[in-house]
């Protein structure tokens, strides 16, 4: 049964924005933190932002600025608004929830999360 499922990916140019999803199983806590995370290839994971309730945790340095992680706790969506995307944003988006140690700020870090979904491209082209 797929617990998370992010949406949302594509193609776009430098300077573009787009907007990625994650539905997540209504029977999913969503005051617990959640989180975005990427990889690019050849590159390990990176987190990118992470929320808990209605306020985001965290950003990364990178990102900060540009991106805002938002959630809808009704319909259990976790959205985040990405713009001024950049060549090195491109990389494969993954959406987490439930975090399982630790603290919702210190997740970027250390992304121990329970559920984690298959990923969406996002390719940023000069």
């Known amino acids: 049964q797929v617990q998370v499922a992010e949406s949302g990916g594509g193609s776009v140019q430098a300077g573009g924005s787009l907007r990625l999803s994650c539905v997540v199983s209504?029977?999913?806590?969503?005051?617990?933190?959640w989180g975005w995370f990427r990889q690019a290839p050849g590159k390990e994971r990176e987190g990118v932002a992470t929320?808990?309730?209605?306020?985001?945790?965290s950003y990364a340095d990178s990102v900060n600025g540009r991106f805002t992680i938002t959630r809808d706790n009704a319909e259990n969506t976790m959205y985040l608004q990405m713009n001024s995307l950049r060549p090195d944003d491109t990389a494969i988006y993954y959406c987490?929830?439930?975090?399982?140690?630790?603290?919702?700020?210190?997740?970027?870090?250390?992304?121990?999360?329970?559920?984690w979904g298959q990923g969406t491209q996002i390719t940023v082209s000069s």
């Open positions: 929320i808990i309730g209605f306020v985001s945790s």
């Open positions: 209504r029977d999913i806590d969503s005051s617990d933190c």
């Open positions: 987490a929830a439930s975090l399982i140690e630790g603290t919702c700020f210190g997740a970027l870090s250390r992304p121990v999360f329970r559920y």
